[in-house]
């Protein structure tokens, strides 16, 4: 058996058969949850490669009864995805430039600048936290659609969900704590060598907070690739349309269903794909900003 010092259950603990019988418990449990999670994902990328008679066929099938590979390039070709996946990674990688450097320095003014009022701001975006989205809907609207004093219209354009991505409460709080366990000494000392706020930020706050930038940086990039609210309500530009909004216009498009379960696949697999690949710095980035030091 392998070592399990370091688990709730312990080897000493697997030896009593009171323990064993929990550990198998616990692991069917976890058996349950993910087949229940992973089967209608499963069932939609199989679905995909179905005609439409199997489809609907009575009683249902699981496997198709013939892989037709073909379908992904006839799907990805005529629906014109390539074009839905830049628009949406054009919108993602705006929103994590604006989360990362706003975000980023207003929790570092919170943390190591401390200008006066510090504790009300913190009220204030704790506050912001707590109100529903519903009830920003319509001023924020009503603002992208003629911003106050200068009265520019952005509506039809991917600022106002960047400008949303960078006024981000949440990411505020994770910078700050981040930023709060970074020794004083360290900025000090820029000062004494004659660096500024802004130099301070980018030559030794940046540097020495590479785990926590990553962590937003993805959970933002991978946030904003399924979004559909707000790109659905400011753009009706057919050329600008992102993937989420996409997938919701094709139910009443002409589009048969088994082209519309391909399209899904290829909406989930850029963020599969994440997961995959930074697994681990986004496991970790759950203890980021919790753990001082």
Partial sequence: MKNMDKGILTNADMKLT???????????????????????????????????????AVPATFLPKNFD???????????????????????????????????GLAGYVLSSLKPKGTRFMLAVIFWIMLLPGTMRTVPLYMEFKSMPLIGINLLETFWPIWLMAGANAFNIILFKNFFDGI?????EAAWIDGCNNIGIF????????????LVVAMFTFNGNLGTFF????????????????QLFRMKTSTYTMDYQMIALIFSVVPQVLIFAIFQKQIMGGVNIGGVKG
Wanted: proline share 5%; with cysteine; hydrophobic share 55%.
């Fill in 202 to 213: 980018f030559k030794i706050i940046l540097p020495l907070s590479v785990p926590v930038f």
């Fill in 18 to 56: 009171r323990y064993k019988l929990l550990y198998v418990v616990m692991f069917a449990i976890m058996l349950v949850y993910c087949a229940a999670s992973f089967l209608p994902v499963v069932w939609i990328m199989l679905s995909g490669f179905k005609d439409v008679k199997e489809m609907y």
């Fill in 230 to 245: 707000w790109p659905y309500l400011l753009i009706s530009d057919r050329e600008k349309t992102v993937i989420g909004v």
């Fill in 183 to 187: 020794s004083p000494s360290l900025i």
């Fill in 69 to 103: 590979l073909s379908k992904l390039t006839r799907v990805w070709n005529e629906m014109k995805f390539y074009k839905y996946y830049g628009n949406t990674f054009f919108m993602a990688l705006g929103c994590v430039a604006f989360d990362l450097v706003i975000s």
